[in-house]
């Protein structure tokens, strides 16, 4: 069974930071890659931002520059560094595993809102 541990959301003002950790557990065998998705009300979920190994990336354009995605391997647990937040960042946001074969999993989501 694979579970997470989603944590690091909450309530901020606008030009303020979180960060989001992930971590996975269970028999999930080997990861290949790394990521976080976010669903506002009424909006599709999106892609924010992934990680290959450890040094491939690929972000969403709107957070280009403010958010920076890592993991720890050896901890099997992804991180987001969110800086310079805006109000039109406010979402659950899901942590994504995608293994080696194939298969893919979701974390439990975890609020961000970004308010004064």
């Known amino acids: 069974q694979v579970q997470f541990v989603e944590s690091g959301g909450g309530l901020v003002q606008p030009g303020g930071s979180l960060r989001l950790s992930c971590a996975a557990s269970g028999s999930i065998g080997s990861i290949y890659r790394m990521g976080w998705y976010r669903q506002a009300p009424g909006k599709q979920r999106e892609l924010v931002a992934f990680?290959?190994?450890?040094?491939?990336?690929n972000y969403k354009d709107s957070v280009k520059g403010r958010f920076t995605v890592s993991r720890d391997n050896a901890k099997r647990t992804v991180y987001l560094q969110m800086d310079s937040l805006k109000p039109e960042d406010t979402a659950v946001y899901y942590c994504?595993?995608?293994?080696?074969?194939?298969?893919?999993?979701w974390g439990q989501g975890t609020q961000v809102t970004v308010s004064s």
């Open positions: 990680i290959i190994s450890d040094s491939i990336t």
């Open positions: 994504n595993v995608i293994t080696y074969g194939g298969a893919a999993y």
